[in-house]
């Protein structure tokens, strides 16, 4: 799965809806690789797709709380310094992207992220 999202990476600035359809598959099959990459885009937004703060808020929901449950599941015996800089830079990207919603915005977002998860029997909890 990594080498898609660096495939979708490559692409999306030449076919972002190309990149988008296959994250969202991604997503369909359970991967937190492709919500990953649905916030990222639906943060900054692609040609002939404004930003949506609130998508981009949900995707960066799941996708975070995946990282983290993964990294918890599956505890590594050698350094830890490396992942709970990753678990940071999460959890501070997360608190990023919900800082700027409003309250409305915010109950948005939650609730679009729970429908998503309810919605997706691949993924994921």
Known sequence: VPAMGVYM???????????IDLAYRMWEAGSGNGASFLANQYAEGWEGQA???????????????LAIQRIHENPYQGDLRPYQEFLEFIRSQRRDRMLGLGVAEFNEAYELARTLLEENPNCCF
């Open 9 to 19: 990476s490559e692409i999306v600035a030449e076919r972002p809806d190309e990149a």
């Open 51 to 65: 930003p949506d703060r609130v998508r981009a808020a949900a995707f960066g929901f799941i996708a975070g709380q």
